[in-house]
């Protein structure tokens, strides 16, 4: 638990880590008060938030709690997040669950992917012995997605779903779905060493870029639809789109010992967020969402899209240090701007909406504690401990398992590290017979 100082949001002090954490531990406290499954305890309401919250924000949500128990230190919600997160793995370990079928599409997989993939890299606990690994899961993630690559239409692709029985977006390809597969495949790469990964990363960074998802000015576009050939690019843009490939290309940095072309991609991606700040002169480095913010026409989805941004700026500080001077200017400003408008309620804590207004704009959310959330934590990520790479990443069973050591710099593997046959020996037991031939496959012939 964190000490009993209390810091009200609007009151955040950018230039002391505790008051940082005490703000962080009061927007975690209004977040997690949304959801109530593990007190219901069943399995259609654990791990799961009410509507008109979709399930992709669940996985989404775990993540920022994640981060939250990471950068602050306070482990007072990882049993919930283990038990949120080992109860969606679904029959074959891959969240392919039947239940979620009339929604489920790519980018919804995508994010509980990113979830189980920062429990991977901080050796969180995963104490079932009937489950994987969290590296095993997310691989098997990964199989199923390259499976549903489209080489028949626009030259490849993933769609944004993935059931035909939800028709909706079933033609359309978009970035953040893409994005997702390119930001896994690169984690995947620098996590196990494996180069089909990074392979696999190039081609989704390739299709992007000649599709025209990302422009010459590394601007990510939402998508395109198949029945077009991909020509019809839709110029709206998210926030999100923007953090998940810039993440990816950091990660590639990193993994590539500083390679210049990922070093232009990731610096690109991370200029051109600027469009997603600043809406007003009198707002200067405050982040909005400007598809939908301004014009009131955010959806419920949409109110949670500035956090991901957050997370994955601060973690492209992480991994390519010359990012750090602008993230810091711009995560530094909104947080300020975030936790004046965490000042709502009748404890004055409750977060709205639009952070560029000086307070609380009346609009209260789960998708509005969670982007507070993920932008003040952000700023311990500069001082924290990277993620673990191939080579520091263990099955950890409890948290007295945990390792002590921690890297002191993220840096890649060497070309010459090969993946651990000991861990793969261990893991494939996990493996379903079908994912088990899928990955061989994708070894040797990819």
């Known amino acids: 638990m964190l000490a009993a100082t209390f810091v009200a949001p609007k009151d955040l002090d950018v230039n002391d880590p505790g008051s940082i954490?005490?703000?962080?531990?009061?927007?975690?406290?209004?977040?997690?008060?949304?959801y109530t499954g593990n007190i219901t305890n069943t399995p259609d309401t654990i791990a799961i938030f009410p509507q008109p919250h979709y399930w992709w924000q669940a996985g989404a949500c775990w993540g920022a709690i994640l981060d939250y128990s990471h950068y602050t230190g306070d482990t007072s919600y990882d049993d919930v997040v283990t038990q949120a997160l080992l109860s969606q793995v679904g029959p074959e370990f891959n969240f392919m669950d039947s239940r979620y079928a009339g929604s489920e599409g790519n980018d919804d997989q995508a994010f509980w992917a990113f979830s189980i993939l920062e429990a991977a890299e901080r050796n969180f606990p995963q104490p079932d012995d009937d489950i994987p690994p969290w590296l095993q899961i997310a691989e098997n993630i990964w199989n199923t997605m390259i499976l549903r690559w489209d080489d028949t239409t626009c030259g490849g692709g993933l769609h944004w779903q993935i059931y035909p029985s939800n028709p909706n977006g079933l033609d359309y390809k978009n970035a953040v779905s893409n994005g997702g597969l390119f930001q896994m495949s690169a984690r995947l790469a620098r996590a196990t060493a494996n180069e089909t990964y990074l392979r696999w990363a190039e081609r989704v960074w390739d299709w992007s870029w000649n599709v025209g998802f990302i422009d010459k000015n590394f601007n990510v576009f939402d998508g395109?639809?198949?029945?077009?050939?991909?020509?019809?690019?839709?110029?709206?843009?998210?926030?999100?789109?923007?953090g998940i490939y810039m993440y990816g290309a950091a990660i590639l940095f990193n993994y590539t010992d500083g390679d210049d072309t990922w070093a232009?991609?990731?610096?690109?991606?991370?200029?051109?967020?600027r469009s997603y700040f600043s809406p007003f002169p009198n707002s200067t480095n405050i982040m909005f969402e400007h598809a939908c913010e301004e014009t009131n026409t955010c959806n419920t989805d949409m109110k949670s899209f500035k956090g991901y941004l957050s997370r994955f700026m601060a973690a492209t500080a992480q991994m390519m240090p010359s990012a750090l001077h602008d993230v810091k200017e711009l995560l530094t400003t909104s947080a300020i701007a975030a936790g004046k408008a965490c000042s709502g309620g009748g404890n004055g804590t409750v977060c709205g909406e639009k952070w560029y207004v000086g307070g609380y704009d009346g609009n209260p959310g789960l998708g509005q504690q969670m982007t507070a959330l993920e932008t003040v934590q952000a700023l311990l990520a500069f001082d924290a401990q990277p993620p673990f790479k191939y080579g520091e990443i263990k099955h950890v069973k409890n948290k007295d398992e945990a390792p002590s050591d921690s890297p002191t710099a993220a840096s890649s593997p060497s070309t010459t590290q090969q993946p651990d046959s000991?861990?793969?020996?261990?893991?494939a037991s996990y493996i379903p017979a079908l994912m088990v031939s899928i990955s061989l496959i994708l070894v040797t012939c990819v």
Not at 26 to 34: K, Q
Not at 224 to 240: E, G, H, L, W
Not at 264 to 273: I, K
């Open 21 to 34: 954490k005490s703000v962080a531990s009061t927007i975690a406290y209004g977040t997690m008060s949304y």
């Open 224 to 242: 395109a639809s198949s029945t077009q050939s991909c020509r019809d690019i839709n110029p709206v843009s998210f926030s999100y789109s923007q």
């Open 422 to 427: 000991t861990v793969r020996a261990i893991t």
């Open 264 to 273: 232009e991609r990731t610096n690109g991606l991370l200029q051109a967020s």
